[in-house]
């Protein structure tokens, strides 16, 4: 159960539920940013899954590009973003961005990921400020 849901409030945050792909997201959670900049943007982010291993791997793709564009455009020089992808062939031009962007950029696998599970999750530090947008 998440806190909002349950009625619980927590001194100093803020929960909205929304879809992030709605194009008013972004400007919403902007809007909530102190001098409209983050330290840190944090996606765990999945989209619905189908069953069908390539569409559900671009579907989440999909999703993580959006979260790196977001991070772009609010992280402060020096801050980080991290970001669930799944491995399936299409992260590649994720990981590029992501390197012309911070300084550095490495996955990690936490130890409550299932094995077999194709989840993985992207950690990029230091941000070098804003990258510009893919071709």
């Known amino acids: 159960m998440r806190l909002a849901e349950a009625g619980r409030k927590m001194a100093g945050i803020e929960f909205l539920r929304l879809d992030f792909m709605d194009a008013t997201a972004p400007g919403r959670l902007k809007a909530m940013l102190r001098e409209g900049k983050a330290d840190v943007v944090l996606s765990d982010m999945a989209a619905q899954g189908t069953g069908h291993t390539r569409t559900d791997h671009l579907r989440i793709m999909g999703l993580a590009e959006a979260a790196a564009e977001f991070a772009c455009e609010v992280l402060v020089p020096g801050?980080?973003?991290?970001?669930?992808?799944?491995?399936?062939?299409?992260?590649?031009?994720?990981?590029?961005?992501?390197?012309?962007?911070?300084?550095?950029v490495r996955h990690i696998k936490p130890p409550a990921s299932r094995a077999e599970s194709a989840e993985l999750y992207v950690v990029a530090t230091g941000f070098r400020g804003a990258e510009p947008a893919a071709p």
Do not use: I
């Not at 799944?86 to 990981?95: I, S, W």
């Open 79 to 104: 801050g980080a973003f991290l970001c669930k992808v799944f491995q399936g062939g299409a992260e590649r031009e994720l990981l590029d961005r992501l390197k012309r962007a911070f300084a550095s």
